[in-house]
């Protein structure tokens, strides 16, 4: 039952994610990849939002690593962060890496904090 929590959480987190890169990217012109960062920050928001919850077995398999796992990309954004150096933008590469770390843990942080005063 759990692998199918799980498929079913990637079912609707990876085409959310495909569509927010797109939406995103869309609305910027430039090199550095705002789609990519702003699923990793978001996934990594509602990660932390039910990491704090008392959430039962099924429903952290289903959204927290379904749907999260599949709502996020790091491993895009390594490939991302590696093309930015590779084709002479480090600066763009750095601030990708320093960004999406920070921002990531601090997403993560905000909503377990949010959920721990939700919960008391």
């Known amino acids: 039952?759990?692998?199918?929590?799980?498929?079913l959480g990637?079912?609707?987190?990876?085409p959310l994610r495909y569509l927010t890169d797109r939406a995103v990217q869309a609305r910027h012109d430039s090199v550095f990849p705002w789609g990519t960062f702003t699923v990793n920050v978001s996934g990594s928001f509602v990660l932390g939002l039910l990491a704090a919850l008392p959430a039962h077995e099924g429903v952290m398999a289903f959204a927290g690593t379904g749907f999260c796992g599949a709502l996020?990309?790091?491993s895009t954004f390594g490939y991302?962060?590696?093309?930015?150096?590779?084709?002479?933008?480090?600066?763009?590469?750095v601030?990708?890496?320093?960004?999406?770390i920070v921002a990531g843990l601090g997403a993560a942080y905000c909503g377990m904090a949010i959920a721990q005063a939700v919960t008391g």
């Open 1 to 7: 039952m759990t692998i199918v929590l799980i498929v």
């Open 10 to 14: 990637a079912a609707l987190g990876a």
């Open 95 to 100: 601030a990708n890496a320093a960004a999406s």
């Open 72 to 74: 996020s990309t790091y």
């Open 80 to 93: 991302e962060t590696l093309r930015l150096a590779e084709d002479g933008t480090r600066f763009y590469a």
